[in-house]
C-alpha cells in the first residue's frame, strides 16, 4: 500500500523552514536539530519539502551544526572528547556490531534489508553520533529535550483530526493519531512516550508553579495522544517507566504532595474516559486477541524456528523473505544475526547499563540526576515496547540515541564526583590545621 504523502510548498513556510535551518547551523546548536530530527524521524519521511523529504533536511542540518560546533571547540585541548577509560569500549563495540551487520547486509541483499541498513545509517548512527556530542553539557540535554517536547507536540496538534470529528470518531474507530494514513501507528506513539517522560523530569527539576502547570498540561496531551494512536506495547512499556521514575522521586524525596494528588486524580479522569470510548476495545473487545498477543506468538516461533536453522550466522535482515519481522528485539537479533549478533546486542546493553551504574544512579545534583534517571527510563520504555515491536533498523533507533545519552551523562556525573571528591579531600587537612593552630602559631 504506497505512504500517502504530505507536500510542503509554500513559499513561507519553505522560506521560514530554511531560515530556521541556516540559525541553527550557524551558531551550532546540534541540540536543536537532533531535537526535531529524532522527534520525527520514523514518520516524516512521508513529508516534502520542496524537491527532498524532511529527514534530508533534518540530516543535512545536524551534519552541518555539528561541523560548527565541533569547530569551535577547536583547541587542542577541548577538541578531544574527555573519554575515561571505559568509555571507547561502547564506540569501539558499536563499530563492529554495525561492521557485522553491513557483512550481513552484503551477504543477504534484498530490498528490505536494504532499507533496514540505510535506516540503521541515517537513523540509528547519525542520531546516536549526535547525542554523543552534545549530551556531555547538560545544558545542551536540556535543550534537546525541549525541541524534542515541541516537535512531538506540534506533530500532535497537526495529526489530530479536527474536534468535532475526533468526538464523533473516537466512539468506532481505534486509530485516530494516524497523521498520515498508511504510516504505522507506533511511529506516532514513540514520540509521545518519551516526551511525557521527558516533562516528568522537567516537573521534577523545576520549582516554578508556572512552568509546572504548563509541563502538566504537556503532559496530559502526549498521553492523550499516546492513547489515540492504539499502541498497547507503548501504553505497557510507558506505565513501567512511569513507574519507576516515580518510585525514584519519591526515594528521593522530591516529588511535591500536591502534584501527586494531581497525577492520581487525573489518571483516574483518563481511566473512566478511556473506557467510555471504543479504545478500549483494544483491551478487553472481541478482537482484542491477548491470548496470541495479536498473533504475535505465532510469529514468535516461526522466528525462532529460522534462529534454529541458522543458529551462529543468522539468516540476515529478512529473514522471513516477506519484508516483515519478528515483532521482538531479542529474537529478532537471533534469526537475522545469529548468536553472534545476539551478544553485539547483549554486550552492547550491558556497557549502557553498567554506565548507568557505575557511579550510583543517584550520583550528581538534582538536575543532573534527574536527567541521567530520565534517560535511564526513556531506554527501560524501549526495552518493554521492544518485546513485542522490536526490529534491529526499524523500530528501535530511540534505543541508540538513549543510550548515547546515558553513556555520555553519566561521565559527567563521575567528572563531578570525581570533582566533588578533590574539594572534600583538600578541606580535611584544613580543618586539621584550623584546630591544632593557636593566635601564636601551631602547637
Given at each position: ?6 507536500r ?17 547551523i550557524?551558531?551550532g ?7 526535531v ?7 516524516a ?7 527532498t ?15 560548527v560546533?565541533?569547530l ?9 572528547l ?7 569500549n ?5 563499530a ?14 534484498t ?10 545509517l541515517?537513523?540509528?548512527?547519525l542520531?546516536?553520533i549526535?547525542?554523543s ?7 545542551r ?13 506540534v ?35 514513540v514520540p509521545?512516550?518519551i516526551a511525557?517522560?521527558?516533562l ?16 502538566i498540561?504537556a ?6 495522544c499516546?492513547?489515540?494512536?492504539g499502541a498497547?506495547?507503548?501504553?505497557v ?18 516529588l ?13 479522569l ?5 473506557s ?12 482484542a ?44 537479533a ?11 546486542l547483549?554486550?552492547?546493553l ?7 551504574h ?28 521492544a ?14 540515541w ?5 553513556w ?13 571528591t ?8 584544613l ?13
Amino acid at each position: 500500500m504506497p505512504v500517502e504523502r504530505l507536500r510542503i510548498d509554500e513559499p513561507v513556510l519553505l522560506i521560514g523552514l530554511v531560515f530556521l535551518c541556516a540559525l541553527i547551523i550557524l551558531r551550532g546548536r546540534v541540540e536543536i536539530a537532533t531535537g526535531v530530527y529524532c522527534a520525527t524521524q520514523r514518520w516524516a519521511y512521508s513529508v516534502d519539502i520542496g524537491p527532498t523529504v524532511w529527514v534530508w533536511v533534518w540530516v543535512f542540518t545536524i551534519i552541518a551544526s555539528a561541523i560548527v560546533f565541533l569547530l569551535r571547540r577547536s583547541t587542542p585541548k577541548s577538541f578531544r572528547l574527555s573519554l575515561d577509560g571505559k568509555v571507547p569500549n561502547i564506540v569501539v563495540w558499536s563499530a563492529f556490531w554495525l561492521l557485522w551487520m553491513f557483512c550481513l547486509w552484503r551477504s543477504f541483499p534484498t530490498e528490505y534489508s536494504t532499507q533496514l541498513m540505510k535506516n540503521l545509517l541515517v537513523y540509528d548512527s547519525l542520531s546516536f553520533i549526535a547525542i554523543s556530542l552534545l549530551a556531555s553539557d547538560l545544558s545542551r540535554v536540556k535543550m534537546f529535550a525541549l525541541t524534542y517536547i515541541g516537535a512531538t507536540l506540534v506533530s500532535g496538534v497537526i495529526s489530530i483530526p479536527s474536534l468535532p470529528e475526533l468526538i464523533n470518531s473516537i466512539q468506532y474507530s481505534i486509530f485516530q493519531l494516524r497523521g498520515l494514513d498508511s504510516v504505522n501507528y507506533l511511529a506516532f506513539a514513540v514520540p509521545f512516550s518519551i516526551a511525557t517522560i521527558f516533562l516528568l523530569v522537567s516537573v521534577s527539576n523545576t520549582t516554578g508553579w508556572w512552568y509546572r502547570v504548563l509541563a502538566i498540561a504537556a503532559i496530559l496531551f502526549c498521553v492523550f495522544c499516546v492513547l489515540l494512536t492504539g499502541a498497547r506495547q507503548s501504553i505497557v512499556a510507558l506505565g513501567a517507566a512511569w513507574a519507576i521514575y516515580i518510585f525514584w522521586l519519591l526515594r528521593r524525596k522530591r516529588l511535591p504532595r500536591w502534584f501527586v494528588m494531581v497525577a492520581i486524580i487525573m489518571t483516574s479522569l483518563v481511566i473512566v474516559l478511556y473506557s467510555q470510548t471504543a479504545l478500549v476495545s483494544r483491551w478487553l473487545g472481541p478482537d482484542a486477541n491477548l491470548d496470541t498477543l495479536g498473533g504475535r506468538i505465532q510469529v514468535w516461533q516461526d522466528a525462532w524456528i529460522v534462529f534454529l536453522r541458522s543458529p551462529i550466522w543468522g539468516s540476515g535482515f529478512d529473514y522471513f523473505g516477506a519484508s516483515y519481522s519478528a515483532h521482538n528485539l531479542w529474537l529478532d537479533a537471533l534469526a537475522g544475526q545469529g548468536i553472534v549478533g545476539f551478544t553485539f546486542l547483549i554486550g552492547f546493553l550491558v556497557i549502557v547499563v553498567r554506565f548507568a551504574h557505575a557511579t550510583g544512579i543517584d550520583i550528581g545534583r538534582d538536575d543532573l540526576a534527574g536527567w541521567r534517571m530520565g534517560a535511564f527510563c526513556v531506554l527501560i520504555y524501549s526495552l518493554v515496547q521492544a518485546m513485542v515491536a522490536g526490529t534491529i533498523g526499524a523500530s528501535v533507533s530511540h534505543l541508540f540515541w538513549v543510550s548515547a545519552l546515558i553513556w555520555r551523562l553519566s561521565i559527567a556525573a563521575k567528572r563531578e564526583l570525581l570533582a566533588n571528591t578533590t574539594i572534600s579531600s583538600l578541606r580535611v587537612p584544613l580543618r586539621l590545621l584550623a584546630r591544632v593552630s593557636t593566635p601564636d602559631g601551631y602547637l
